[in-house]
């Protein structure tokens, strides 16, 4: 994202009508925060200078707190003047969350994961995070057994 040329022409554009503002915000999300974690969120609305955004749970929520500052300086250089002083979160289910990947069921387990690896990976709350990990510990143990090491972690091969 490009810091415009004249900081208030955002503010001029679209500062005319909270909507409009909104609208923008809206629609610099996903480059003040990327794509992924703009999928995981929803910009709900903008109270007196706070954007309120939606996240799925806490954990999300922590996440974005430590990010705050890079986010609000983000779309700052977009926005300007119409920029929100800072965010607000509230914990929900987003309405267009992430559904499996289709790349995510493409990928074969080419061994099962022990159960132990199992059983662990159900303390991810994401459930297409969840099987990418299952899919990828498959993977791994496949090409490097479990009885193997592993590159780095003092294999001979």
């Avoid at 779309?75 to 929100?84: I, K, M």
Wanted: glycine share 10%.
């Amino acid at each position: 994202m490009d810091r415009p040329r004249d900081p208030d022409l955002a503010a001029r554009l679209f500062g005319a009508k909270p909507e409009h503002t909104l609208a923008l915000l809206r629609a610099a999300w996903p480059g003040a925060v990327g794509d992924e974690l703009a999928r995981r969120t929803e910009v709900m609305a903008l109270d007196h200078g706070v954007l309120r955004i939606k996240v799925p749970d806490l954990r999300w929520q922590r996440t974005l707190v430590r990010m705050r500052g890079f986010i609000l300086s983000r779309l700052r250089r977009v926005a300007g003047q119409a920029a929100p002083r800072n965010l607000g979160f509230v914990t929900g289910e987003i309405k267009d969350a992430p559904r499996a990947a289709p790349w995510a069921e493409a990928i074969p387990a080419a061994a099962p994961a022990p159960k132990a690896v199992a059983d662990a990976a159900q303390a991810i709350p994401d459930a297409e995070l969840r099987a990418l990990f299952l899919a990828s510990a498959g993977q791994y143990l496949a090409r490097f057994g479990t009885g193997q090491t592993g590159p780095g972690r003092g294999s001979t091969g």
